[in-house]
Nanobody, 130 residues
């Protein structure tokens, strides 16, 4: 599956952006989808992920309550709505697709890891100014 991310840009702190990622190619197969971000010199980290049918979501603690992941399987698109942006959200954001996971915790919640995702799109830059 090929992934094309868009929607990045420059925004002031407190502002909002919505990222989109369109999948093409092997779209008959349902994938879990995720958004990751990376800053120079640091590991790529998961931001949010969503299961193949739009449930079983997971968020990084740093974005909970501010970001929301969703998907429209009729459009083969996954979204990341980012609100109340902070300068520390500045990064290159990548979308990813995978068939592994999610993993269930004892409290019934779910989480994903980077190794659950095998296909990656190109990044889109998000810059948040203070």
């Amino acid at each position: 599956v090929q992934l094309q991310a868009s929607g990045g840009g420059l925004v002031k702190a407190g502002g909002s952006l919505r990222l989109s990622c369109v999948a093409s190619g092997d779209t008959d197969r349902r994938y879990n989808m995720g958004w990751f971000r990376q800053v120079p010199g640091k590991e790529r980290e998961i931001v949010a992920a969503i299961g193949r049918y739009g449930i079983m979501t997971d968020y990084a603690a740093s974005v909970k309550g501010r970001f929301s992941i969703s998907r429209d399987n009729t459009k083969n698109t996954v979204y990341l709505q980012m609100n109340t942006l902070r300068p520390e959200d500045t990064a290159v954001y990548f979308c990813a697709a995978g068939e592994a996971g999610p993993h269930k915790l004892f409290d019934g919640s779910y989480y994903y890891t980077r190794s659950d995702f095998s296909s990656w799109g190109q990044g889109t830059q998000v810059t948040v100014s203070s």
